[in-house]
């Protein structure tokens, strides 16, 4: 899903770009103090009355509640580039800019292979997208909502604003930690310049620091003789940049297990194993590659283990996976999973 942020700062929002770095507020640093606000009376009631039997209940409903107030960070974005009124509001009266964002590739980098009922995390997964729904009075807290799944109570209670917010058309990521946290780089794929944004020489400089990324540019526009906004792509200034690489990763001294080194065609088998290295080495959001393990034909495959940067509590280890098909003289990526 591409997703859109207004953003007003050109220095500090391209620094954070740079950086590959994304900024979460807790619930006292959004704009709207009725956030999070829900109806529980009923369900506060059937507690009260069922007290010799509902404190394990209870408990659960003041660690969801701790977790919202407290953890959490929030991440709002917007369905629509288009929209007049986020662009005064939040990009300075069009003289800013709009951040596109692939949200799936933000996700995947932090839910690979989650496991939902691992005990080691208390919520799951490590990031949620919530659309947010919109309605005139608080949503009703009840005790369904809270089961071993905590996905229902989380979308109660981040996604349900009031109908004057209507006009935001606001999708959140949930992340399980507030602050500041690093994201895979390749899930910036656009930047909007506001109407106002006159500068020539600013856009350029934004080119040039993002530059080898992928990144498209585009011109916010009215329609003619309409209301309606537009866009038009910009010519990248520094497209012929070499490709951005966020790592570069060494893996002289590490590990090494499976497949051993006597077998007939072992060096065969680590010729796919360092094309799978050279591969991981450049991957973001991963700090050390710690092992390649090299598992025995008929169904030969790479496991290399890497350490994750760990910023949001995530789990410590990242591997990847990949298939090695000796007919096409291919090594074939699975999805990555958390260890």
């Known amino acids: 899903m591409k997703l859109y942020k207004y953003r007003c700062d050109i220095k500090r929002d391209i620094k954070m770009l740079v950086e590959n770095k994304l900024f979460a507020p807790n619930k006292k640093k959004l704009n709207d103090p009725t956030e999070m606000s829900f109806n529980d009376s009923e369900f506060l009631d059937f507690l009260d009355k069922h007290k010799e039997h509902s404190l394990p209940v209870k408990k659960q409903f003041d660690d969801i509640k701790d977790f919202t107030k407290k953890k959490c960070g929030i991440f709002s974005l917007s369905k629509c580039v288009r929209n007049e009124l986020l662009w005064a509001y939040y990009a300075k009266g069009h003289k800013g800019f709009c951040i596109e964002y692939n949200s799936d590739i933000i996700m995947e980098s932090y839910n690979y292979e989650l496991e939902t009922k691992n005990s080691l995390l208390k919520y799951k997964p490590l990031v949620q997208l919530i659309e947010v729904n919109y ?115 060494p893996y002289d001294n590490i590990s090494w297990s499976g497949l051993p080194s006597e077998y007939p065609d072992y060096k065969e088998y680590k010729k796919f194993a360092i094309r799978a290295l050279e591969f991981v080495r450049k991957e973001p959001c991963i700090n050390k590659i710690e092992s390649c393990y090299i598992s025995l034909p008929p169904n030969p495959m790479i496991a290399i283990t890497t350490a994750v940067n760990d910023d949001f509590n995530t789990y410590p280890i990242k591997i990847y996976r990949f298939d090695i098909d000796i007919t096409t003289n291919e090594i074939i990526p699975r999805r990555f999973q958390r260890s």
Do not use: H
């Open 135 to 249: 309605q005139d009075s608080y949503p009703v807290f009840t005790g369904d909502l809270l089961t071993d799944d905590q996905t229902p109570a989380i979308k109660c209670l981040f996604g349900t604003k009031s109908e004057s917010w209507k006009r935001e058309n606001e999708v959140r990521l949930i992340f399980n930690k507030y602050g500041l946290t690093e994201i895979d780089y390749r899930a910036v794929t656009g930047i909007y310049f506001g109407m106002k944004f006159y500068d020539k020489n600013k856009k350029a400089d934004v080119m040039q620091k993002l530059q080898g990324r992928g990144i498209k540019y585009y011109q916010m526009k009215f329609e003619d003789k309409s209301y309606k906004m537009d866009f038009d792509e910009i010519e990248d200034k520094y497209a012929s940049a070499p490709k951005y690489i966020s790592n570069n990763l």
